[in-house]
């Protein structure tokens, strides 16, 4: 199985600061499609997970565009340019390349 | 506009059975790849399976294989998960997703509970 490490798995942050999140993935990405298929889910306290990022760095649409990730292989990374308040709660990276998908082990960000 | 909604959760003893259901709308449901994913109380989220657009193809986590069925009726936009010999572990939030490589639209989930 592709193995997903998270890093930070907490993260604190003061409101206007910026974040950042790693996932590392045990295997590369990359497929053979040319595609590298890393996503990024944010879950809000008591919410169902909402995709934020797919395929490395594509933002998906409603996304504040204070969000962005980028990566290559087996190294990426989301960031948050501003954190807001909004922006609490639990952040997942998942791999969509090889069966079964794995998800990180989730990033809690809290307001310092 | 994209709603996918589950149904069918519920309290149960271990070894029981269930049907999980997910009714899909706002979207070509017939061409979308379709999975489902659970969190268990207070932990991350686990990928438990996925179904081709035609049906044709699953996939299963290790952990329900053997146990779990997944299926599609795309004349009636719905995703089932058939979950039988129910453990104690089974118990989770069970989430209906749009796609599988990157899922990008989720259910709110219906809650399944496995205890004697």
């Known amino acids: 199985d592709v193995v997903m490490t998270q890093s930070p798995l907490s993260l604190p942050v003061t409101l206007g600061q910026p974040a950042s999140i790693s996932c590392r993935s045990s295997?590369?990405?990359?497929?053979?499609?040319?595609?590298?298929?890393l996503s990024w889910f944010q879950q809000r306290p008591g919410r169902s997970p909402r995709r934020l990022i797919y395929?490395?760095?594509k933002r998906d649409s409603g996304v504040p565009d204070r969000f962005s990730g980028s990566g290559s292989g087996t190294d990426f990374t989301l960031k948050i340019s501003r954190v807001e308040a909004e922006d609490v709660g639990v952040y997942y990276c998942?791999?969509?390349?090889?069966?079964?998908?794995?998800f990180g082990q989730g990033t809690k960000l809290e307001i310092k | 506009e994209v709603q996918l909604l589950e149904s069918g959760g519920g309290l149960l003893q271990p070894g029981g059975s269930l049907r999980l259901s997910c009714a899909a709308s706002?979207?070509?449901?017939?061409?979308?790849?379709m999975s489902w994913v659970r969190q268990a109380p207070g932990k991350g989220l686990e990928w438990v399976s996925s179904?081709?657009?035609?049906?044709?193809?699953?996939f299963y986590a290790d952990s329900v294989k053997g146990r779990f069925s997944i299926s599609r009726d795309n004349s009636k936009n719905t995703l089932h998960l058939q979950m039988n010999s129910l453990r104690a572990e089974d118990t989770a939030l069970y989430y209906c997703?749009?796609?599988?490589?990157?899922?990008?639209?989720w259910g709110q989930g219906t809650l399944v509970t496995v205890s004697s």
């Open positions: 179904i081709s657009a035609t049906g044709d193809k699953t």
């Open positions: 706002g979207f070509s449901f017939s061409t979308n790849d």
């Open positions: 395929k490395v760095s």
């Open positions: 997703a749009r796609g599988t490589s990157n899922p990008g639209d």
């Open positions: 295997q590369s990405l990359l497929y053979s499609d040319g595609n590298t298929y």
């Open positions: 998942m791999q969509g390349i090889q069966w079964p998908r794995t």
